[in-house]
């Protein structure tokens, strides 16, 4: 069994799971370069290097740049 680790849901082939994660809801990524969010199959090509897919923003790494948008906290006053 393969599990995707956002949503922990399970596939019985390695490319179910490679294609869930594409569409996966909690698999978006947050740049906080330029503030877009996209899916994380938009920001890799190889599954281990990520970069933010707008052109015009330099954003790469993930916990550098890119994070998950389920670990970015909004601040509240």
Not at 3 to 8: A, E, F, G, K
Not at 56 to 59: A, D, M, N
């Given at each position: 069994m393969h599990?995707?680790?956002?949503?922990?849901q399970s596939f019985q082939t390695e490319l179910a799971l490679e294609l869930h994660r594409d569409t996966c809801?909690?698999?978006q990524l947050f740049c906080q370069?330029?503030?877009d969010?996209?899916?994380e199959g938009d920001a890799t090509q190889d599954g281990w290097h990520f970069e933010c897919p707008n052109e015009?923003?330099?954003?790469d790494g993930l916990q550098?740049?890119?994070?998950?948008?389920?670990?970015v906290?909004?601040?509240t006053h």
């Open positions: 599990t995707c680790r956002n949503c922990n809801k909690k698999g370069v330029c503030g969010r996209f899916r015009e923003c330099e954003g550098e740049d890119l994070y998950r948008v389920d670990d906290r909004a601040a």
